[in-house]
């Protein structure tokens, strides 16, 4: 069985915030010789649908040797990406980026329109290190989103609707399970694009977020579990710290596509 990380967080107060400097990079030579360029270590392009809320985003996550540019194109050969690093930031160089992008609602932004705008495909992602040495590696976007997870606190079903005044209240000790996520999205209004019918997925792993609602102390529960584990019981110690929570269930796909469900719960 895969390692199971936990972590519970306690934040009192902060903030964060970064700004990433997108310019128009310098010509980049056409060379069709591949020798010498350096793969990243990672280099994912995914999806994510808060199945709850209704709404679809594109997310990237490239780590490798300290960089100075980087782009990246669609299966078309399009630019979608175009980074250049500048100032004393471009002497030091960055590792590693994250995006994602925003996520307008379904009202805004039918699933249907949100995948043709991100065809599926083979995406390059391209780059130079410090001293000018090629990096380059590809990522294979796929419209296939797992199906929700449908969770229970202590076997009772739940309305998403957080302001629903029918929130399950529960007792503790308090236990989260989901049937395993076997299948695509089934719907294609609801996320699932255009593979219908539903295909058989295979999940790289769930993860689980408890966040206390109703104390000044902000207070997170994470689990990162592997595919075999749908089952979690909260630690006492984390949920006698408040009576209001906030959960979120997400199934996350082999090619990283992710599907995401959440609700609330009251601790008597």
């Known amino acids: 069985m895969d390692k199971i990380r936990c972590k519970i967080k306690l934040v009192v107060a902060g903030a964060c915030s970064a700004a990433l400097m997108g310019l128009s990079l310098p010509a980049w030579a056409d060379d069709d ?21 209704g709404d679809l985003g594109i997310h990237a ?8 540019s980087l ?3 669609d299966p078309y ?21 994250f995006f994602e992008s925003a996520e307008p609602t379904f009202d805004e932004l039918p699933p249907a329109h949100f995948f043709h705008r991100f ?36 076997g009772l079903a739940f309305d998403q609707d957080c302001d629903d005044a029918d929130v399950v209240t529960v007792s503790a000790p308090i236990e989260i399970a989901w049937p395993a996520v076997t299948m695509s ?23 689980l977020v408890v966040e206390i609602l109703d104390e000044e102390i902000e207070a ?7 595919p075999d584990v749908t089952t979690v019981s909260l630690p006492q110690e984390f949920t006698n710290l408040g009576t209001e929570f906030k959960f979120e269930v997400l199934a996350r796909e082999k090619s990283f596509n992710q599907t995401a469900v959440e609700s609330c719960f009251i601790r008597e």
């Open 61 to 68: 996550l490239i780590d490798g040797e300290e960089w100075n």
């Open 185 to 207: 999205h089934p719907d294609s209004d609801g996320g699932g694009a255009s593979v219908q019918p539903p295909v058989p997925v295979e999940i790289n792993n769930y993860e």
């Open 33 to 53: 010789d591949d020798d010498g360029e350096i793969p990243y270590d990672e280099a994912e392009i995914f999806f994510e649908l808060n199945n709850t809320d």
């Open 220 to 226: 997170k529960f994470v689990m990162q579990l592997p």
């Open 119 to 154: 065809p599926e495909g083979e995406y390059e992602i391209e780059g130079r290190t410090l001293d000018w040495a090629e990096l380059e590696s590809t990522a294979e976007l796929t419209h296939v989103m797992p199906a929700p997870p449908a969770p229970l606190v202590n």
């Open 77 to 97: 050969e399009r630019m979608m990406l175009n980074i250049r690093v500048i100032g004393r930031l471009r002497r030091q160089g960055l590792t590693e980026i």
């Open 71 to 73: 782009r990246i194109e």
